[in-house]
């Protein structure tokens, strides 16, 4: 890991941490966190049981770079370069079998809602604000918001959030599922890490097998699902996982899945 990389990664207690945006111009995404992001994500090993995407300023993010839009010379190349950096960035959170964690504290806008909306879990705090904020500067989501949103919050919702460029506050996004649950503003870094460190401490097979249940889940008829979930628990009954899970069980103390 070089030092640039190494301002934007680190990994403490099994947890992947990446930060993905900087109080440098005005907490717009970094992409210095973005790449770092992915070099690290290409290079995960067994080491690491959690990821967790934070920001280090006043906000988790808040979206991409407009000046740096508006002082480029080839405005849609500049775009595109930086939406295909970020598009490698979430492919590669969508492709970990490991949980994603986000601390959204502050503003989460434009591409930082989208890796909101891109984490398994998100937590919040009361004074955590969504916007997609792409028709207030005339342009269209990326980030991959168009495919996550409408399966968080419905189509329907979707297209108001979007189309409306809407604020959605903290407990609205609870209720619409777009954060997991609220803690206080000051601990929203502290909670997402703890937990983060607690999934790292878990049975990582089974989260795996979970994430890549739910993923199919999407395509597939009932029938397809109900064949793949018995799959998947005969094996996980067969692994080292389940054994230690069900032998802790029945001598009622605390697994130790490491």
Known sequence: MTSTEAEYVSIVDGVLQIIIATAANGTSMDFGGITAGKAALDALDSSVGAILLTGSGANFCAGGNVRGFAAAENRGAHVRGLADDLHEFVRALDAAAIPVVAGV??????????????????????????????PGIGLSPDGG????????????????????DA?????????????????ADNDVRTEALELARTLAAGPRSTYASIKALLAQSDSATLSDQLDRERDAIAAAADSATGHEGVNAFVEKRRPNYS
């Open 167 to 183: 604020v959605v506050d903290a407990e609205e996004a609870v209720r619409l599922g777009l954060l997991s649950r609220l803690v």
């Open 145 to 164: 918001m168009s495919w996550t949103l409408p399966r968080i919050v419905g189509a329907g919702r979707a297209r108001e959030i979007l189309l409306t």
């Open 105 to 134: 504290h502050g503003w989460a806008a434009g591409a930082g809602m989208s890796l909101v909306c891109a984490a398994d879990i998100a937590l919040g705090g009361a004074s955590t604000k969504l916007r997609p904020a792409y």
